[in-house]
């Protein structure tokens, strides 16, 4: 079982820290409960590539960047003993070696680092299971026939898609995941994952 796991906004909580920014240059009080769309910034005045710019020069205050949830280590320790987890992020070569250093620092245990330059080309990688928190990438996956597990946040809300299982733990992944070849076999397909789930309730 091959997995592929984002790091922002499903390991690291980048966009705290590019609120924090935000809120002392502007004197706002922005919270993450406000960023209840993928592109909440144009509500802000910025374009797709300000945004990003910033939000990769967050990371190099990488000791700032806190982890999604307590137990981080322990989770993927879990996922890894359940199938080859690879980091997979879409990523810019400047922020690279700030994210691995918070990687190691979080004891977050992986296989392969691989960052793409587009959060759309990650559908096109050869995973088993994609564990994501962007609803158009997620999507786009999905309608591909990728299996996806959708990290809960407030910009993916929208996402209704009976092909996708929303999470809001890493945890949750290792149960569902471990569960799938026990259940399907060698058919790995999440849909069926879903059909399983629904007969069990």
Not at 39 to 49: A, E, I, Q, V
Not at 126 to 142: E, G, K, Q, R, W
Not at 164 to 190: H, N, T
Request: aromatic content about 12%; some cysteine.
């Amino acid at each position: 079982m091959k997995i592929a796991l984002d790091v922002d906004g499903v390991l690291a909580d980048i966009i705290f820290v590019w609120l924090d920014d935000y809120n002392k240059t502007h004197n706002k009080s922005i919270t993450k409960e406000d960023t209840d769309k993928w592109d909440f910034w144009k509500n802000l005045g910025y374009d797709k590539y300000r945004f990003y710019d910033d939000l990769s020069r967050c990371w190099s205050k990488w000791m700032d960047v806190p982890p999604m949830e307590q137990n981080l280590a322990a989770a993927s320790e879990k996922l890894n003993s359940v199938g080859t987890v690879d980091i997979v992020t879409a990523r810019d070569a400047g922020s690279t070696q700030y994210v691995k250093q918070w990687l190691v620092h979080h004891g977050i245990k992986y296989n392969e680092y691989v960052a793409v330059l587009r959060g759309s080309d990650k559908a096109d990688l050869d995973y088993d299971v994609f564990i994501d928190d962007s609803p158009l990438y997620v999507v786009d996956m999905a309608s591909r026939g990728r299996n996806v597990l959708l990290y809960d946040q407030p910009w993916n809300k929208s996402v209704i898609d009976s092909k996708i299982v929303r999470i809001k733990k890493l945890e949750e992944a290792v149960d569902i995941i471990s569960d799938m070849p026990r259940k399907f076999g060698s058919q790995y397909r999440m849909q069926s994952f879903l059909d399983g789930k629904q007969e069990d309730d």
